[in-house]
């Protein structure tokens, strides 16, 4: 954006296309450098979200049926931020994973060269971040990136056990593998996810 002006306009723009349940975004010293639409794997299926890139937060949201409306705002800080590139595979191309302390998840792109753009932008918008902040903080470990759904029939962790409408999924929030009620019967104070015991997998537990 060439301007500050400009800048504040486009930030109000996006502030408004959240509505009254969306967060403000304005803030001094905040610029909006990119925007665009990924798909974002969730934990059943790949849905298309809104991303804005700022200089110190990545926002994402639903897309509304309504043009130029967005719902589910999340804001991340970019300060903690990786990105892991991921190989194409017949299900997923064009792929990488955003992680944070609080969330992690994988988003695609359109094509190559749009997804080489994104890591270019996000990897140079963390970094600067990184670099200019006071703040000494240290992360000791990234929210793991959940396994979807559809990528696992067996418990990842017995192998034995096959998912059907009477044996369900679940998640561990240690590491993100797709376990059976038996195999997660534990839980665990994972720090970056909040002071509740969380469910995790027999596996992590025992680590």
């Not at 892991?84 to 997923?92: H, I, V």
């Not at 559809?150 to 009477?166: I, L, W």
């Not at 376990?179 to 992590?204: M, N």
């Amino acid at each position: 954006l060439v301007t500050s002006q400009a800048n504040s306009l486009r930030i109000i723009k996006v502030e408004k296309c959240f509505g009254a349940n969306g967060k403000p975004l304005r803030k001094p010293g905040r610029v909006l450098k990119g925007e665009g639409v990924l798909n974002k794997v969730c934990r059943k299926v790949v849905k298309p979200r809104i991303f804005f890139l700022f200089n110190d937060i990545l926002v994402y949201g639903s897309i509304a049926q309504e043009q130029q409306r967005y719902t589910k705002q999340t804001i991340l800080n970019l300060e903690g931020m990786q990105f892991r590139s991921l190989d194409d595979t017949p299900k997923l191309k064009h792929a990488w994973v955003i992680s944070t302390p609080s969330k992690s998840f994988t988003v695609c792109a359109a094509s190559p060269r749009e997804k080489a753009q994104w890591l270019d932008h996000l990897t140079k918008a963390a970094n600067t971040t990184a670099a200019t902040s006071g703040d000494d903080q240290r992360f000791e470990g990234h929210a793991p990136n959940w396994v979807p759904d559809t990528e696992a029939d067996v418990c990842m962790h017995c192998m034995k056990t096959t998912f059907n409408a009477f044996k369900r999924r679940h998640h561990c929030r240690s590491c993100g593998n797709v376990v059976c009620g038996p195999c997660s019967t534990k839980k665990l104070v994972i720090a970056s996810q909040g002071s509740k015991p969380a469910r995790v997998c027999d596996a992590c537990f025992d680590k």
